[in-house]
């Protein structure tokens, strides 16, 4: 079955470190995402790329860089200059007018 | 700019009543369409329903449908005979505009027994 694959699924890092958030489809979907989750709140989009080798940012891009060398893939590194960096990160895909097709999620916490 | 509102942080409802949840999309394009998805506890996301601002009528699926109106560009989504797994946040989402995909600010629904 296609789908979106996030991991690790719980992850643990201390503070001033970078940590890279991988994301994975194999729905051939052009489109891909990068939304934060705060306790309780909304997404917001940190990052998105409509085709390979080309991102924009999003809402809230500081501190977050990204790469899309492959229409498979679309990591995430939260770098130590995001200041709260501990949330819930989730990856979705799409093609066309499609709903996003959305990854389990990974939950962050910086210490 | 673009703008999705929900303006209902949380709603509770009784088991086996129905429920609406607002959505209002502020844009200029007469051409759009609304998403609703439902996040349960566990984080994950679920589409529930669609609604283009040309269809004919209004989006049905299952015990979930839209209440579309066109002029204040809303589509609220009613959940009919509501059951506790019901209970979690739901997000409304416009169409991409320039490709950028966002969302409304949610709403927690709670299904009380």
């Known amino acids: 079955d296609g789908g979106i694959t996030q991991s690790p699924k719980y992850l643990f890092r201390k503070e001033g470190q970078n940590v890279t958030l991988s994301c994975e489809q194999n729905?051939?979907?052009?489109?891909m995402y990068w939304y934060r989750q705060d306790p309780g709140q909304g997404l917001r989009l940190i990052y998105y790329?409509?085709?390979?080798?080309?991102?924009q940012k999003g809402d809230i891009a500081e501190g977050y860089s990204v790469s899309r060398e492959k229409k498979e893939s679309f990591p995430l590194t939260v770098t130590s200059a995001q200041k709260n960096p501990t949330a819930f990160y989730l990856c979705?895909?799409?093609?066309?007018?499609?709903?996003?097709?959305f990854g389990n999620g990974t939950r962050l916490t910086v210490t | 700019a673009q703008k999705i509102t929900q303006t209902q942080p949380g709603m509770f409802v009784q088991e086996k009543e129905a429920v609406t949840l607002d959505c209002t999309y502020d844009?200029?394009?007469?051409?759009?369409?609304l998403f609703w998805y439902k996040q349960p506890s566990s984080g994950e996301m679920i589409f529930l329903i669609y609604?283009?601002?040309?269809?004919?009528q209004n989006a049905t699926e299952g015990r979930y449908s839209l209440n579309f109106q066109k002029a204040r560009k809303s589509a609220n989504l009613v959940i009919s005979a509501s059951q506790l797994g019901d209970s979690a946040m739901y997000f409304c989402?416009?169409?991409?505009?320039?490709?950028?995909?966002?969302f409304g600010d949610g709403t927690t629904l709670t299904v009380k027994p």
């Open positions: 790329s409509q085709i390979v080798n080309d991102f």
């Open positions: 989402a416009p169409n991409p505009h320039a490709g950028k995909s966002t």
């Open positions: 729905l051939n979907h052009d489109a």
């Open positions: 844009t200029s394009d007469p051409s759009y369409g």
């Open positions: 609604q283009g601002s040309y269809d004919q």
């Open positions: 979705a895909s799409r093609t066309g007018g499609s709903p996003l097709h």
